[in-house]
Nanobody, 129 residues
Framework: QAQLVQSGGGLVQAGGSLRLSCAAS??????????MGWFRQAPGKEREFVAA????????YYADSVKGRFTISRDNAKITVYLQMNSLKPEDTAVYYC????????????????????WGRGTLVTVSS
């Protein structure tokens, strides 16, 4: 059964750092090449794109709100994607979701979340001021 298992997150003060991890399991992830990404959803708001990375890792795409502060990376040997979050702001507070997309590029994932094939369960990141 394919699944994305997230870890990391928690409470941090503004200006601090956190790292999220997302481990993919299931035959499909070892058989096919998936673009991986992160989305987030703040209370009362729609889920929004944060970052995405191609299967090879050569191509990354970020929301303007996190450029220069967040870094997405992946380890294909572990089938795991990471989101390093630095210089965190209170407005980064949200539930963060890992996403996997088999057919689309990192950039397309960034403009249309409706084609995502798999979602993680989400992990809460709270940034205090």
């Amino acid at each position: 059964q394919a699944q994305l298992v997230q870890s990391g997150g928690g409470l941090v003060q503004a200006g601090g750092s956190l790292r999220l991890s997302c481990a993919a399991s299931g035959r499909t992830f070892s058989s096919y090449s998936y673009t991986m990404g992160w989305f987030r959803q703040a209370p009362g708001k729609e889920r929004e794109f944060v970052a995405a990375i191609s299967w090879s890792g050569d191509s990354t795409y970020y929301a303007d709100s996190v450029k220069g502060r967040f870094t997405i990376s992946r380890d294909n040997a572990k089938i795991t994607v990471y989101l390093q979050m630095n210089s965190l702001k209170p407005e980064d507070t949200a539930v963060y979701y890992c996403a996997a997309d088999r057919f689309r590029s990192a950039q397309i994932m960034g403009v249309d979340k409706n084609g995502v094939d798999y979602w993680g369960r989400g992990t809460l990141v709270t940034v205090s001021s």
